[in-house]
């Protein structure tokens, strides 16, 4: 008897310890999409698919943990990962189980150092101009305005100070015999307070061997029901044998409405432009999307897109326009 009431002590004592050193959370994103696409190749034929990373939201299943260590210190880790909504298998060809988020750090009033698997500077400042905030993904023209979403072997100093917040950040490349080959190091800053936000970054990387450099400016405003955003990226892309660089530039400008608390409307132009040694092209999106919030986890959406494309940027060489339709349901745990 005693010895069975030491056993359970020792496990109650064990248990207690466990559960007071940290935290877990487990969250995610489930998207279930359906789409129409015209012009999807030179015979003009179209195309009816599901998002199978998530139409208007990724799919995501996470666990993110945080610890007190004392003394204002706290270590933190975030693994994240994603999903196909219509096979139910990963969202990577190579199986990658973590592949939106791994990463572990810790930190205190001074900031919080990551390593691992992380989002980029760019990608984390852009978000708060983008009139989707990187919702519909797959359509909207901003994620592919962010210097590379996510880094490999990332080392990331985030502080925030009252309304600002710093960044910086430094990729490995991990090539033998070289430090700065495929590496990435960022500077990026933002602001928020009250209805105003505004943010810029810059990126410098090494891509085979060849200097890639990136930045974005934007900022959005709130003003009663409403929000407006503009935002700015350019990058250019040394290029082996080609006095030119491959540039690309990004521009775009949305508003949304909260029509009530349950619905809302939002609205946004995107502008792609390639040039120097790539082929030239231009791209003009307009895209229109309404979602009524069934609660604050789940909501129904519509969408409407029209691209005009030209130049390098057409999908076929005989179709100069595409048209979409998007409508499904995202649910937030």
Sequence with gaps: ???????????????????????????????????HTTNVNAAGDNRLTMGSTGTYNSNRLGFRGVEDLGGG???????????????????????????????????????????????TNAFLTIAAYDPFVYKFPGIASAVPATAGVRYNNDIKYTGTFGPITARAEYALGEAVGSVSRDSAKSVAGSYSSGPLAAGAAYTRRDIAGFDNDHWTVGGAYKFGPARVSVGYADQEQDVAAVAADAKTRWMWVGLNYAITPAVELTGAFYKTKVSGATPSGDRDLFMLAATYAFSKRTNLYAELDLAKNDGSLRPSARQDKQRGISVGVNHLF
């Design 73 to 119: 210190l706290k270590a933190r880790f975030t693994l994240e990962a994603g999903f196909n909504t219509g096979t139910g298998g990963l969202d990577t060809a190579t199986n990658t189980l973590f592949n939106r988020t791994a990463a572990v750090g810790f930190g205190g009033n001074f900031g919080f150092i990551d390593l691992g698997r992380q989002y």
């Design 1 to 35: 008897m005693k010895k069975s009431l030491l056993a359970l002590a020792v496990l109650g004592a064990f248990a207690g310890a466990a559960q007071a050193q940290s935290a877990v959370t487990i969250y995610g994103s489930f998207d279930g999409g359906i789409r």
